[in-house]
């Protein structure tokens, strides 16, 4: 019997998420992941670690919540924004019966988790604004159980409109869960939807420490929820999912003076985003989207071109499913200055 047999059907056809690390990167400078810049320095005093976690560590429960601005009974940890996504999926889909919803050009786990789970995934595209197509997805709501919006939205850069996310948040009511990812509105914190999750119950917000927190490697995220959504997660999470470093580690992260140097390098990347999209934005035949994360989507004559002669360079950025688009994440003042004069040098050469 081969391993091949043994495998399901869904698994078979199964194609991987292709992260940065597995696409693998050329040279030093990477703008491909949304990744940031500065490397904070953080302690762990190596102790505990013969005990097993605690499932929800109270004093990071307590400090997100702080943070979010929510109760502790709304908000979940586990490991990155990307568990969040597999956790309510595991909770809230039949698989081979129920559908997750999702809007692409978007982040590709909603659909890769889904597959994975065995639970059917519609799309209903972007309309050419890159806002939500309300009466296509209202029309096309049967079997679904999660709504998957990502805003900003990450490749685009742009912010769902709030009004579309209410108004289809008065039309799934009692049937289905609008799962907000916020991955990257520490960027633009004022657009946060958390202050709905009062409103509506079947609100999900999904948040991470990996992009403005600058904490990818660290493995760390959160989903905010009404307390019975919490529950039912808490439900399938496995027994210890946050280990004793992280949780450390994450703590230092949310305290005053981390929330702050936070807040400093936001605003720094921001500058950084500026300088770039105003560079790129001169140059003839490029055209550079508004982005409110750390990454710009930027159109150009031949993108595909461009991305390999990049890449030869030592520069890798990322290529995304739009067409002669590349996204390029917000790296240091000399990365992008370093892009900058790479790109204008090989856009002559196009
Ligand atoms: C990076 C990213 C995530 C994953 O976050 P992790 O917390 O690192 O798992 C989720 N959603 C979007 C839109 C992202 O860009």
Redesign the pocket.
Known sequence: MSIETLLRPAVKKLVPYQSARRLGSSGTVLLNA?ESPFDNNYTFNGQGLNRYSTCQPDALIQAYAHYAGVDASQVLTCR???EGIELLIRAFCEPGQDTILHCPPT?G?YQISAEAAGVSCREIPLMSSWQVDLPAITKNLGGVKLVFL?SPN?PTGNQLHRQDIVALLEHTRGQALVVV?E??VDFCPKLSLVDLLARYPHLVI?R?L??AFAL?GL?C?FTLANPEVITSLLKVIAPYPVPVPVAAIAEQALSTEGIACMQKQVSVLAKNRDFLSQALSVCEGVTVFEGKGNYLLVKFPNADTLFRQLWDQGITLRKPTIKDCLRISIGSRAECEHVISAIITRLATL
Do not use: V
């Open positions: 949304n990155g924004a990307d982040y786990m990502c990450n990812d991955a990257y999904l991470t990996s992009k990818a493995r995220g």
